[in-house]
């Protein structure tokens, strides 16, 4: 069974631009969420989809914005970026909100 | 306010003795934790969970210990490999499972294990 994907595995931007990332999930999974690692912060939450539609949502400013796919396949969207929003972007799946969750390997993303 | 905190940033121990990894957490509404391995490069993977109504869970190496008036919970692997090298992150939710939905992590605990 294959695992999550997230592409790319690496970006590099600018400050001001926008970035999208992708996530596919284990297949039949049908919820997807989305994480920020940095060293000083750790692991923190992004927003979680599930079956399109956006169930919950973590503490970050609109920059931050997700959306779902009927193939269950998500994407991340930061707008306007900040020299902050250097991270690990994380994405995980699960079948639902009661088990636990399958973490991809990351997008790593620095901005200059 | 950091809910859970995992206050070693990181810990060395030697190959085949124990390690311990401390986590303790004060929201009281959190009813269900978790813990996950990371190797650099690499996402988080599930290592061992325990729900409020144990106090001990144990699979293969790794035991988790629950003490629920301290708020505080505890990680021992024994023997220690070279493998365990790694960071551990301490999760907790407060719903049973590990969803995200209200699940918070620690900032994580660098385990080197030395030969």
């Known amino acids: 069974k294959a695992g999550v994907t997230q592409t790319p595995r690496y970006l590099i931007k600018t400050r001001g631009q926008q970035v999208t990332l992708s996530c596919s999930p284990i297949?039949?999974?049908?919820?997807v969420s989305w994480y920020q690692q940095t060293p000083g912060q750790g692991l923190q939450f992004l927003f979680e989809y599930f079956s399109e539609t956006q169930r919950n949502k973590g503490n970050f400013p609109g920059r931050f914005s997700g959306r779902q796919f009927s193939n269950s396949r998500s994407e991340m969207n930061v707008s306007t970026l900040e020299l902050g929003d250097s991270a690990l972007y994380l994405c995980?799946?699960?079948?639902?909100?009661?088990?636990?969750?399958?973490f991809g390997p990351g997008t790593r993303l620095t901005v200059l | 306010d950091q809910q859970v905190k995992q206050n070693s940033p990181s810990l060395s121990v030697q190959e085949g003795r124990i390690s311990i990894l401390n986590c303790d957490y004060t929201n009281s509404m959190f009813d269900y934790f978790l813990w996950y391995k990371k190797y650099p490069a690499e996402g988080p993977t599930f290592l061992i969970s325990?729900?409020?109504?144990?106090d001990k869970n144990e699979d293969g190496r790794f035991t988790v210990f629950l003490n629920k008036s301290a708020k505080h919970l505890s990680l021992h692997i024994v023997p220690s490999q070279p493998g365990d090298s790694a960071v551990y992150f301490c999760?907790?939710?407060?719903?049973?499972?590990?969803?995200?939905?209200?699940?918070?992590f620690g900032k994580g605990t660098h385990l080197i294990i030395q030969p």
């Open positions: 995980a799946s699960n079948r639902d909100s009661y088990n636990e969750q399958f």
């Open positions: 999760a907790a939710s407060p719903y049973s499972g590990g969803g995200a939905d209200g699940l918070t």
């Open positions: 325990i729900s409020s109504i144990k």
């Open positions: 297949s039949g999974h049908r919820s």
